[in-house]
């Protein structure tokens, strides 16, 4: 309503609270009549006059807020607003003097128009609404205040002689101030740890790890003071405290996190108190304690006195003063209130700057060369992308972490908008808003909850709850909800997704202008048109402009993590519901739970699993939306990614990402990791850091063609998948799932029905999971069609690296691999064109025992192939469709055919990667670890004129012996006449390095001979059996070095685990290695939908090349292939020079056969002799190695 209508009673009340600026300007122009400023009689227009209620809705709105901080000021629960009265506005076209608007306000004015009347109609509800709201807020406010009066912050002493210490300084006179109360109490503090100390165990410094309840803890009180609830902390603390068994559990650590949040508020009463507390459990106060008693006096201005004392106290105590400085993490903020205390005491004192140590360097003999000193030549390689780019780049990706999510467009194809589409979706965007509203509603019920089993002193959910903002969590659980497969999810896995979402959102770092001018900094490193000062890598340069990171925040435990998710899932199963009418059109109008709760049986085990009502499900198919949700984390940078500095900082901007993955709840990776000294992990950090420098590309012709077959119906024989329209269908007629119930079936036929009607779901559920990945990958495609992007990469517990966005990388399929080329091109020089070629009949699976003239020549045979394919890929002779990598084939062909037709082919700028595999790198590394002269020559460690092929090696050799069994008569070796070629025993030889069993080279064999059509499938059991028996015995002879080392390996893990210990080793490069396989504990989370039980754990830049890395398999520009290759040979044989099993032996000696503990144990025992029996080396040469062509080819 506008101000000119409220009258002359609020007209005194307004004009005090009216701010400064536009309400003057107002009465100026005569916005606000006789009522606010002087008459005016002039004629003011329908615009003015919109202009003039908008004017009128901000000064009631001030005036409610002014009446909102007054009743907050006097603690009032309720709110009352008075109505006002409001006089009707004059008819529109005649101007009404001020003394005529008071007339029509006291009886009888003119009639209104109806569209008038609507408008104020509309404003007062409105105003109406806007009062609700305030009074809403006010009455949480209210409520939270007299909660908060509720919490106890007054310590329960166990010790009396401080309980009644305590009594009589809290009725104290004046004179006895709460700063003079800590001095007297510091003083008489045990010295470190006495008395009671023993039962309640100090943890010191960031590096201490906390189990079990004790993390729990920690973590409820990191999480309260983020939140604001610094008093519920207190309490919680006080409730622990005052009870001998759970005061066990209390920590210095803990009793330092709150003294720290009381300190930095600046209320030294309540810090006091938890001295107190401090001191009744028998510990004695570190520098920690120090810096937030100082710190709170640096804030209260208190005089020197009281500080000296502390001061004196501190050194007493051992501890030094410059300690609080250089030994305690403090903000910059917290650094000055410190010394400002300090100086108070002692005006001279000079902060000691923190040491500034000489750089570590790695002195590994494989990287010793690396970071020697650098050349002034030698520059790290650039980017193609100037600094004003990269600067843009970096906003952009800040924008997308800072948001949590990135919303992309499907690239399913778009249905006709019938009017059931339309209809599905308008249902939907009403769901929706009714959920949404609904949520907000369950979510704060069940903070209330939460909050009041925290007010009882228990640890609850409440301060977890409040680390996002309700809008964040209505948005997470919604998105939950839509991405939820048709078949349902497991509650423990969804529980256990919702939480770690929870945690990796919780703090976005408030750093970011900081992070930004940093960022800038470093980008002069990569910038095409910028300099430094001198060469260094990514890592130095990071590191080299600002001070290292702040302590690393720990994990929640899993516990805690588990429980938020369920919580949060169960909020959502209460919340969502839907009409029955969409299950039943005729049922009564009802509401009915879109999620359902079920068991199922997975694996022979039983487990709850959350699934979305079919209704919800065709509801979601036939509206067919657009819109596909991935978390930050999930997609490719658009900016290069941090370099990696630490086993916890580097990768995303704002999002915390460690290093090495490993099992949620296991920490003993990350414990290995953070006790390693830093410049032992140099080699691994910095290798990370240049397989995320890489920057990336759509290839836009591939995914074009993907994206028609998609749309169409798919094409597995190419590795797209087909829509769910062209999976099997349940049996019709007699062999329909019902068909089991007719009286005339017979059990066996029964049993057949139930088996076929299994495979059908199961191809079914198989084919709608590879739609999915197929999805989610070509929908990131298009959506960075255009964009140069990144993929920053971390480590699984062997060191093997992985990119960090799960759903697009090169790692994936041949699809997958085919969709991306670099971003940065490279001239093709004067034999890059040859090796495309030779890159091309790799792909085709052709020519492998062929030398590297020879590939080249036959793609000159098939340039006529190779040239159609590139212009008619769908229409013409389709000649790569053949090729083993068919997709990746398709894009050489179209990259061959530009050059070819290049002016001048050396100069034409390739993206495309070339790739050098191993020849079965597992092997090699085997037969170069014994210097096993025959193994070697199998695996291309040997120079040759043509390439060795193990694979068809141990197929001739199984071959041998399966011609001298099918002569003595045994019917197997007779069945696989013609069968045993390379594709069968391939995947066993690979992997047979790695550990695998004879059990699971079984499995793989019996899969190979299943896709051979013209084998009797009667005897695939009985001939995988034969063949993998076989193939262990041709490995056996092949390679008798590397078995021998094989089985020494083998033999000491076993012998290990015997000790009760986890196996550990380090690698040459110096990173620590643990196999996750460790003893769990239990934890039982209790209530709700389900009871839930979750364990957790007790315990090349130099030579300027473009490359990344797929495991075994190398990649780089065309013409930068001949410099890898060199480089790759070099690092192996510098790599296996080292003394590897003899290095192995010792530290395995050092680290398990050393305690004197048990050194009498007879697994000890037999572990040392083992260890000490390294495997002898043959006789083979390295150096070979640097003159064979075929090594990686």
Not at 485 to 506: D, T
């Amino acid at each position: 309503m506008s101000a000119v209508r409220w009258g002359r009673g609020a007209a005194g009340f307004g004009r005090a609270l009216w701010p400064a600026g536009p309400p003057g300007l107002l009465a100026e122009e005569g916005a606000l009549g006789g009522v606010w400023g002087r008459k005016r009689s002039s004629t003011a227009s329908p615009c003015e006059q919109d202009r003039r209620k908008d004017w009128g809705h901000a000064e009631l709105l001030e005036v409610l807020k002014a009446r909102v901080r007054q009743l907050q000021a006097e603690g009032v629960a309720e709110v009352t607003v008075k109505r006002v009265a409001v006089p009707r506005a004059p008819e529109a076209g005649g101007a009404q003097p001020a003394r005529q608007a008071k007339a029509g306000a006291e009886g009888a004015a003119p009639a209104l128009s109806s569209r008038w009347a609507q408008k104020l109609d509309n404003d007062q509800r409105l105003m109406e609404k806007r009062k609700q709201r305030l009074e809403g807020k006010l009455q949480k406010h209210v409520e939270k205040v007299a909660w908060q009066k509720q919490l106890r912050l007054e310590p329960r002493l166990l010790s009396r002689k401080l309980a009644s210490q305590l009594q009589h300084w809290e009725q104290g006179t004046p004179r006895s101030p709460w700063e003079e109360q800590l001095a007297q109490l510091l003083q008489e503090a045990p010295q470190r740890l006495g008395g009671k100390a023993a039962a309640a165990p100090a943890v010191r410094g960031p590096e201490s790890r906390l189990e079990g309840q004790q993390q729990r803890l920690l973590s409820f009180f990191e999480c309260c003071l983020l939140t604001g609830h610094l008093p519920l902390a207190h309490h919680v603390l006080v409730t622990h405290h005052s009870k001998s068994q759970q005061r066990r559990l209390l920590t210095l650590s803990m009793y330092n996190m709150v003294m720290l949040g009381w300190a930095r508020q600046g209320s030294f009463k309540e810090l006091t108190y938890v001295f107190f507390m401090l001191k009744d459990a028998g510990l004695a106060p570190d520098l920690r304690s120090y810096a937030a008693a100082l710190q709170c006096m640096g804030r209260l201005d208190q005089d020197a006195g009281t500080i000296r004392r502390c001061l004196k106290q501190m050194a007493q105590d051992g501890l030094q003063l410059q300690g609080l400085f250089t030994a305690v993490p403090l903000g910059a903020e917290e650094r000055a209130e410190l010394l400002r205390a300090v100086r108070k005491a002692k005006p001279s004192f000079t902060p000691p700057r923190l040491p500034v140590s000489p750089p570590q360097v790695n002195t590994s003999p494989l990287l010793r060369d690396i970071y020697a000193k650098q050349d002034p030549a030698v520059s790290y390689p650039r980017l193609h992308l100037s600094l004003k780019e990269l600067q843009g780049l970096f906003r952009r990706q800040l924008r997308v972490e800072m948001a949590t999510t990135i919303t992309v467009e499907s690239v399913e194809k778009v249905p006709l908008l019938t009017k059931e589409v339309l209809h599905a979706r308008k249902t939907l965007a009403g769901l929706r808003s009714r959920w949404k509203t609904a949520l907000y509603q369950e979510l704060q019920e069940t903070k209330e909850s939460e909050a009041h089993a925290a007010q009882e002193g228990r640890l609850s959910l409440f301060p977890y709850l409040c680390l996002l903002s309700e809008k964040e969590v209505v948005g997470m659980l919604l998105q939950t909800l839509q991405a939820l497969p048709a078949q349902g999810e497991s509650l423990l896995f969804l529980a256990h997704e919702l939480g770690l979402r929870v945690f990796k959102r919780k703090q976005l770092r408030n750093e970011v202008q900081e992070l930004e001018q940093r960022y800038s900094e470093y980008l002069h490193l990569l910038a095409s048109d910028t300099q430094v000062e001198e060469p260094c890598l990514p890592r130095q340069r990071w590191e080299a402009l600002g001070e290292t990171e702040a302590p690393h925040e720990q994990p929640w435990p899993t516990s805690v993590v588990v429980q938020l998710g369920k919580q949060l899932a169960e909020v959502l199963v209460r919340a969502a519901r839907m009409p029955s009418s969409l299950a039943a059109p005729r049922s009564p109008a009802t509401l009915i739970p879109v999620l359902y709760h079920v068991y199922s049986f997975r694996s022979f085990r039983q487990i709850g699993i959350l699934k979305p009502h079919p209704a919800f499900t065709q509801l979601l198919e036939t509206a067919a939306e657009r819109t596909l949700t991935f978390e930050s984390t999930d997609v490719p940078m658009l900016c290069p990614p941090l370099p990696w500095t630490s086993p916890h900082s580097g990768a995303f901007l704002l999002s915390p990402t460690k290093m090495m993955r490993s099992v949620e709840g296991s920490q003993q990776h990350q414990l290995l990791l953070e006790r390693c000294p830093p410049a032992e992990l140099h080699g691994a950090l910095d290798a990370l850091t240049q397989l995320g420098n890489c920057a990336w590309r759509v290839n836009g012709r591939v995914l074009d063609l993907v994206l028609e077959l998609f749309n169409d119906k798919g094409c597995p024989r190419l590795g797209v998948p087909a829509p769910p329209s062209e999976a099997p269908r349940p049996p019709e007629g007699r062999q329909a799932p019902k068909g089991c119930l007719l009286p005339e079936v017979s059990p066996a036929e029964k049993a057949e029905m139930r088996r076929e009607l299994a495979r059908r779901l199961k191809v079914a559920r198989e084919m709608q999971s590879l739609r999915a990945d197929a999805l989610y990958r070509l929908s990131l495609a298009q959506h960075l069609r255009h964009c140069v992007f990144w993929l920053p990469h971390n480590m699984d517990f062997r060191g093997r690296t992985y990119p960090c966005s799960p759903h697009f990388n090169h790692l994936g399929s041949d699809l997958a691999r085919a969709l991306l080329e670099f971003a940065q091109g490279r001239p093709l020089g004067p034999h890059g064109l040859n090796w495309l070629k030779i890159h091309l009949v790799n792909l085709t699976g052709l020519k492998k025992r062929e030398s590297l003239e020879a590939r080249r020549d036959y793609a000159d045979e098939l340039m006529e192939d190779i040239l159609d394919s590139a212009d008619r890929p769908m229409t013409g002779r389709k000649w790569w469709m053949e090729a083993d990598e068919p997709w990746q084939a398709l894009a050489c062909c179209m990259e061959v055919a530009r050059a070819v037709r290049a002016p001048d082919p050396t100069a034409y700028v390739s993206h495309f990667p070339v790739h050098q595999d191993g020849s079965c790198n597992g092997l090699q590394h085997y037969a170069a670890l014994g210097r096993d002269g025959a193994g070697a020559a199998s695996v291309n460690l040997l120079p040759s004129d043509l390439p060795q092929d193990v694979y068809s090696e141990v197929a001739a050799q199984v071959e041998v012996f399966r011609r001298q069994d099918a002569e003595q008569g045994v019917r197997v070796a007779q069945m696989l006449e013609g069968f045993i070629g390379r594709k069968v025993v391939k995947q066993t030889v690979m992997t047979v390095v790695y550990g695998v069993t004879r059990y699971g080279g079984r499995l793989q064999i019996e899969k190979r001979l299943r896709e051979i059509h013209d084998f009797p499938q009667d005897f695939v059991w009985e001939a995988s059996h034969y063949l993998v028996r076989q193939v262990f015995n041709s490995l056996q002879e092949m390679f008798s070095g590397t078995r021998s080392i094989q089985r020494w390996l083998t033999e000491s893990a076993r012998l290990i685990s015997h000790t009760g210990s986890a196996v550990e080793w380090v690698t040459p490069l110096g990173i620590p290695i643990v196999q996750p396989y460790h003893r769990d504990s239990k934890v039982m989370i209790k209530g709700g939908l389900q009871s839930l039980t979750v364990s957790s754990s007790v315990d090349t830049s130099q030579k300027g090349l473009t490359f990344v890395s797929v495991h075994d398999c190398f990649w780089t520009h065309a013409a930068d292939v001949a410099v890898m290759n060199q480089v790759c040979r070099e690092q192996f044989v510098r790599l296996h020079s080292q003394p590897i099993l003899h290095n192995l032996s010792r530290f395995l000696i050092k680290r398990f056969c050393s305690d004197p503990r048990t050194s009498k144990s007879v697994w000890v025992s037999r572990l040392m002799d083992t260890l000490l029996s390294v495997p002898k080396a043959g006789t083979f040469n390295l150096e070979q190695v640097k003159r064979s062509t075929y090594f990686f080819s």
